[in-house]
């Protein structure tokens, strides 16, 4: 059966003038949304956060095509990729990844999600990797009343298969009125549904934008999302289910106490080539 959690209602939280971001943790959806550790909901306008280390799971940037700006992203592997409105790009970090990410210089505001994705246990000591996914491979799927956009849905990221140690599936889903949609969710996956623009019901279950709502399935199985009046989009992340502990210090997110230890000491001595 379809386990669903309660609506959740985000707080906006902000970081000057440059970034703010609606919060989506896995807390707060009772960990059921695993292998979802979070999403942000953001906007931003200029260089905010400097670059960071990552460590044990996936941090994706997928950019709203509607977004007036795209990023750019350097990392210590030495890549330097720039993420244009309706593109992903996908850092696996694996063992250690330090990162940084900022709009283009005087373009404009750029939105979007940030969405971190854990790694089963047995890969989070694996070589870190970075997947660009440009707007153009963005899959694009339709039915009556609804279009899609499906960034990633496997392994498969970009032009690299077995880019991932576990399928995940990032779909942004626009809803035209008294339409509806049928989830396809396979056995043992879990994730999340965020409202990203009007109003959507699941069942009796009504949320409103800027809500989510958490699932996961023991069967296979759709769940169905329909509209009222008005037109709505949503975004849906979902994913094999890890069943895993998270130890977390800061952006470290690991299966185990050692693991974490190491890397912290791995993350000590990476920096950004110049």
Same mark, same amino acid.
């Given at each position: 059966m379809?386990?669903?959690t309660?609506?959740y209602?985000?707080?906006?939280m902000?970081?000057?003038? =440059?970034f703010?971001a609606?919060q989506y943790?896995r807390q707060?959806?009772?960990?059921?949304?695993?292998p &979802?550790?979070?999403?942000?909901?953001? =906007?931003?306008?200029a260089?905010t956060?400097p670059?960071?280390p +990552?460590?044990?799971f996936?941090?994706v940037?997928?950019?709203f095509?509607?977004?007036?700006?795209?990023? @750019?992203?350097r990392?210590s592997?030495?890549?330097?990729?720039?993420? +244009?409105?309706?593109?992903?790009?996908?850092?696996?970090?694996s063992r250690?990844l330090?990162?940084?990410?900022?709009p283009?210089?005087e373009? !404009?505001?750029v939105?979007g999600?940030?969405?971190?994705?854990?790694?089963?246990?047995?890969s989070?000591a694996?070589?870190?990797a970075a997947?660009?996914?440009p707007?153009?491979? &963005?899959?694009?799927?339709?039915?009556? !009343?609804?279009?899609?956009? *499906?960034? &990633?849905?496997?392994?498969?990221v970009g032009?690299i298969?077995?880019a991932?140690?576990?399928p *995940?599936?990032?779909e =942004?889903?626009?809803?035209?009125?008294?339409?509806?949609?049928?989830?396809?969710i396979?056995?043992g996956?879990?994730g @999340?549904?965020?409202v990203? =623009?009007?109003?959507?019901?699941?069942?009796? &279950?009504t949320l409103?934008?800027?809500?989510?709502?958490?699932?996961a399935t023991?069967?296979e199985?759709?769940f169905r @999302?329909?509209?009222g /009046?008005g037109q /709505?989009?949503?975004?849906v *992340?979902s994913?094999a289910?890890l069943k895993?502990p998270?130890? /977390?210090?800061?952006?470290?997110?690991?299966?185990?106490?050692?693991?974490?230890?190491?890397?912290r000491r791995? *993350?000590?001595?990476l920096?950004l080539?110049a």
């Amino acid at each position: 059966m379809i386990r669903f959690t309660s609506v959740y209602t985000p707080t906006q939280m902000r970081h000057g003038a =440059e970034f703010a971001a609606r919060q989506y943790p896995r807390q707060a959806f009772g960990n059921l949304i695993d292998p &979802v550790i979070n999403i942000d909901w953001f =906007e931003m306008n200029a260089p905010t956060f400097p670059p960071h280390p +990552h460590a044990g799971f996936s941090a994706v940037t997928y950019l709203f095509a509607d977004s007036p700006n795209g990023f @750019i992203n350097r990392d210590s592997l030495g890549d330097v990729q720039p993420i +244009h409105p309706g593109g992903l790009h996908w850092s696996r970090a694996s063992r250690g990844l330090m990162h940084e990410e900022f709009p283009v210089p005087e373009a !404009g505001l750029v939105h979007g999600l940030q969405i971190f994705i854990n790694l089963p246990a047995a890969s989070q000591a694996d070589p870190a990797a970075a997947f660009s996914v440009p707007a153009a491979m &963005v899959k694009s799927l339709s039915g009556k !009343g609804w279009e899609s956009r *499906v960034a &990633v849905d496997g392994t498969t990221v970009g032009e690299i298969a077995g880019a991932l140690p576990s399928p *995940v599936r990032i779909e =942004e889903i626009s809803l035209a009125p008294s339409a509806m949609r049928d989830i396809d969710i396979p056995a043992g996956w879990g994730g @999340i549904v965020v409202v990203l =623009e009007g109003d959507v019901s699941i069942g009796d &279950v009504t949320l409103a934008a800027t809500q989510a709502i958490g699932f996961a399935t023991d069967v296979e199985g759709p769940f169905r @999302i329909a509209t009222g /009046a008005g037109q /709505a989009r949503i975004a849906v *992340v979902s994913g094999a289910q890890l069943k895993q502990p998270i130890y /977390a210090q800061g952006p470290l997110m690991l299966a185990s106490h050692e693991a974490l230890e190491e890397a912290r000491r791995r *993350v000590a001595s990476l920096s950004l080539p110049a």
